[in-house]
């Protein structure tokens, strides 16, 4: 046996206490961490249950003139969804973090209530119940968010949240289409499925309760948090117009599109000539939500506020270059259909979770300015799920049947070149805003040279 080896466990090294508390404090950090990463994903990915199952049944029910039922049930649920999304923008941005929980569970309640509404009255006038579904469901992402921004390890945290709805998103819809390989009937599936995952969100809503708030040295590195009023959000998003217009617009298109993808998957499925299995949505979004939250979650490895931020900014433009170049491939019969679908995931949650995770993170605790990142974030969201909501409405003038590709694939090579576009304009204008505030900087030092620390 090695002779070093045998001297330092019979003459162990003494350990001081300084490093004992050091070791035990950095034991508790990774515990609160996991305990954090399980609650925020937990929640989030029970939710989805709520809400994506029933976009997996076809619905053969015959509206007047040429409407889909499908078309119409998905767009009532997303304009109660981005009505939820206007109304959190001033709620949540004022919404004390004490009260976090038990909204979640009330809103949950109302969206279980309204599935069952939807199953019990009779068609077409049970889609009603979908808009009151999407309605309180809208407003839990940013409740279940409020717990983890500001954080050194907010990265991380958020990429968790991000990946639950990546991979709820098929999960969520595996369960809805065994239940309906069981004979469950198509309109009482949703709530079915909604309450098979209703006890598991509610330990992890208790769990969420227990996350402690920002520490002094997150609020050092991130910025303070704090709730804020109608003017203080509106002096926000003056100051800082010329780079969040072209990031709204970005996010706009990527959500279009990635709802699209989501909620007419078996279309899109069928369209590529492959016949949708209750596991083909859990293995395709698995693999999408693991290379997503690799790339996204490696921002935390970056401390620099200003290096973070650019990185999320190349992370979206390489989002929106794989999703031009993987629908060529398919167009040209270089790329099958299963990676198709994985690497048109993979180049639309790339940018989506950018933006959730660091751009807006790291855009607040450079500035430095009172906001916080919930409020930016339900702007954003407003605005992308109402562009989605034009886009559901208008879809049968463009297309009433036929081959759901010859509609969707013009609407990829859209959102990605103009995403390329939009990211160049935001990173020009964040480039002149860091130049403007050095040359402001040094104008400051000039009158008085007394030397400032920084805290970023």
Known sequence: MNKNFDDANEHPQAVTPGQQSAASTSGRSWIALTWAVVAAFGTYFCMYAFRKPFTVATYDVELV?????????????????????????????????????????LLILIAEFALIGFASVPQPYNIAFLFLNGLPLGMVFGLVLGFLE??????????????????????????????????????WMPAATGGLFLLPLLIFVAMLGRISPPSRQDQNARSIRSTITSSERRHFLRSFAGGLIPLMMLFLLVTILRSVRSDFAPEIWSSLGTTTTPDLFTRSEFWVGIIVTLFNGAAVLIVD????FRFALCLCGIGA???????????????????????????????????????????????????????????????????????????????????????????CYGVGSISLICLILAWRYFNAHKRASASANEQREKIDPTPIQSVV
Not at 305 to 308: E, F, I, L
């Open 65 to 105: 003139g040429q409407w889909d039922f499908k078309t119409v049930a998905v767009s009532a649920q997303v304009i109660g969804y981005t009505l939820s999304k206007f109304i959190g923008i001033g709620l949540l941005a004022e919404l004390a973090p004490s009260k976090r929980c038990g909204f979640i569970v």
């Open 305 to 308: 506020n200003q290096r973070a």
């Open 321 to 411: 270059i794989v999703v031009v170049m993987a629908t060529l491939g398919q167009q040209s019969g270089q790329v099958a259909a299963y990676p198709f679908m994985i690497l048109l995931g993979v180049g639309l949650y790339l940018p989506y979770v950018a933006i959730h995770t660091t751009v807006f993170e790291r855009m607040i605790a450079i500035t430095r300015e009172k906001s916080n990142l919930v409020f930016v974030m339900y702007v954003a969201d407003a605005i992308g799920y109402l562009g989605y909501v034009a886009v559901m409405l208008s879809r049968n003038s463009f297309q009433s049947n036929g081959d759901f590709m010859s509609w969707f694939r013009p609407l």
């Open 150 to 187: 500001g954080r050194t390890k907010t990265e991380v945290l958020a990429a968790a949240l991000c990946t639950s709805f990546i991979l709820a998103d098929g999960a969520t819809k595996t369960v809805g289409k065994y239940l309906l390989s069981l004979n469950v009937d198509q309109f």
